[in-house]
C-alpha cells in the first residue's frame, strides 16, 4: 500500500515491493518444512508453499475474495487465484510468476516497467478490470479493510486502490496481474486511474527518485507524456481526463490520511510514517498543484504520444 521515499514499496502486514503472490528470490523457513519464506515481509510472514502462497488473513478477506471470485466467473485473468484457506487458517493464493516492478536503494524498476508501453498496458488492465465488474454487487454486510461495506453507488466499482509497479506482475506472454487487493473498497472508478497516474507517470515531488530509482521520467516532459499515454490506455473521457489531475491530489492526501491513521495502532505504518510516507504524498500534491497547467495541456492535448 505505502510508498517510501524514492518508490520502495513497503505493504505493511504482508509483502514488501511486490506482494504476497509475487516471488522474488526467497529463503527456507526452518519452522515449516517445504515452506519459503518471500522477501519483503513486515509484519507477518508470506511464504510460497508449492504452486501456492500462504499469507495472514484480515477481517476484509470475504469482500475481496468475492470480488475475486466474479472476476474470475467472467474471465477477466489479470487477478490472483484464490485457492481458499489451509489448515492454520492462512489465506492461500496461485502463486503467480513472471517479472514484478520491485525497486529500491540502488535498484531501478525493471527496464520494461520504465516505459511508455508500460503506461498504455497498466491504463488497459485498469479499463477491463473496471468494465469486468458488470454485474457485480458487493456485499453491504461485508467490511473492507478501509471502510464498512455497502452498495455501490451510481457509477462506482470496486476500486483497488493501489495499482502501482510494485504490485504489478508482467508474466512471460506479456499479461499483466494486478496483486496486493488488501486496500481495495468501493468508489469512483477515477480513483484507480488517478492513483496509478501518481505512480506510473510517475507524479512525484522527488526528481532524483524519478531519475534515480524509477531511472524514466526525469523531466517534466517525460511525466506528462507518461500521464497522456496512461489516459489513453485507459480510454478515459475528456471529462475524465479533466479531472484526473485532481483526484490524482486528493489520492495522494488521502493516502497520507490513511498512513497517520493506521500508525496509530500498526507498528509497521508507524514506521512508514517516520520513513517520511505521509509527508512525501504532501509534498507530492503540491509538486502536481504547482506544475498543473503543463500536465493539464498534455492531458488535452488529443494527438497519440
Same mark, same amino acid.
Given at each position: 500500500m505505502a510508498v517510501e521515499p524514492g518508490g520502495m514499496a513497503i505493504e505493511p502486514g504482508g509483502m514488501a515491493a511486490g506482494g504476497p503472490e509475487a516471488v522474488t528470490a526467497g529463503r527456507t523457513d526452518p519452522r515449516a518444512a517445504g515452506e519459503t519464506v518471500l522477501h519483503g /515481509?513486515?509484519?507477518?510472514?508470506?511464504?510460497?508453499?508449492?504452486?501456492?502462497?500462504? !499469507?495472514?488473513? /484480515?477481517?476484509?478477506? *470475504? @469482500?475481496?475474495?468475492?470480488?475475486?471470485a466474479h472476476l474470475a466467473r467472467v474471465g477477466f485473468h489479470g487477478a490472483p487465484e484464490v485457492r481458499g484457506f489451509?489448515? !492454520? /487458517?492462512?489465506?492461500? #493464493?496461485?502463486?503467480v510468476p +513472471?517479472?514484478? /516492478?520491485?525497486?529500491?536503494p540502488g535498484q531501478p524498476l525493471p527496464q520494461w516497467f520504465r516505459t511508455d508501453d508500460a503506461c498504455m498496458a497498466v491504463g488497459d488492465w485498469l479499463r477491463r478490470f473496471h468494465e469486468a465488474q458488470r454485474g457485480f454487487?458487493? %456485499?453491504?454486510?461485508? *467490511?473492507?479493510?478501509?471502510?464498512? +461495506?455497502?452498495?455501490?453507488?451510481? +457509477?462506482?466499482?470496486?476500486v483497488h486502490h493501489d495499482v502501482a509497479p510494485y504490485n504489478t506482475i508482467r508474466g512471460p506472454g506479456g499479461a499483466l496481474t494486478v496483486i496486493d487487493w488488501d486496500f481495495c473498497r468501493p468508489g &469512483? *472508478? #477515477?480513483? %484507480?486511474? @488517478?492513483?496509478?497516474?501518481?505512480?506510473?507517470?510517475p507524479l512525484w515531488a522527488d526528481e532524483r527518485a524519478r531519475r534515480e530509482d524509477h531511472a524514466a521520467a526525469p523531466e517534466l516532459a517525460d511525466v506528462a507524456r507518461r500521464l497522456c499515454v496512461l489516459a489513453q490506455g485507459y480510454r478515459a473521457t475528456p471529462a475524465q481526463r479533466g479531472g484526473l489531475l485532481d483526484a490524482a491530489i486528493a489520492q495522494m492526501l488521502q493516502h497520507a490520511d &490513511?498512513?497517520?491513521?493506521?500508525a496509530e495502532a500498526d507498528l509497521a505504518f508507524? !514506521?512508514?510514517?517516520?520513513? +517520511?510516507? @505521509? !509527508?512525501? @504524498?504532501?509534498?507530492?500534491?503540491?509538486w502536481v498543484e504547482r506544475h498543473r497547467a503543463r500536465l493539464q495541456a498534455a492531458l488535452d492535448d488529443p494527438s497519440p504520444h
Open positions: /515481509g513486515n509484519t507477518s510472514v508470506v511464504v510460497r508453499v508449492g504452486d501456492t502462497v500462504c !499469507r495472514t488473513p /484480515g477481517p476484509w478477506n *470475504p @469482500a475481496v475474495h468475492a470480488l475475486l489451509d489448515e !492454520r /487458517g492462512r489465506e492461500v #493464493l496461485a502463486y +513472471g517479472e514484478v /516492478g520491485v525497486l529500491g454487487a458487493p %456485499d453491504p454486510a461485508l *467490511p473492507w479493510r478501509m471502510q464498512a +461495506g455497502r452498495e455501490l453507488l451510481a +457509477g462506482e466499482v470496486v &469512483d *472508478p #477515477l480513483e %484507480d486511474l @488517478a492513483f496509478s497516474a501518481w505512480q506510473w507517470a &490513511d498512513v497517520e491513521g493506521l508507524r !514506521r512508514l510514517v517516520e520513513a +517520511g510516507v @505521509a !509527508r512525501n @504524498a504532501r509534498l507530492d500534491a503540491r
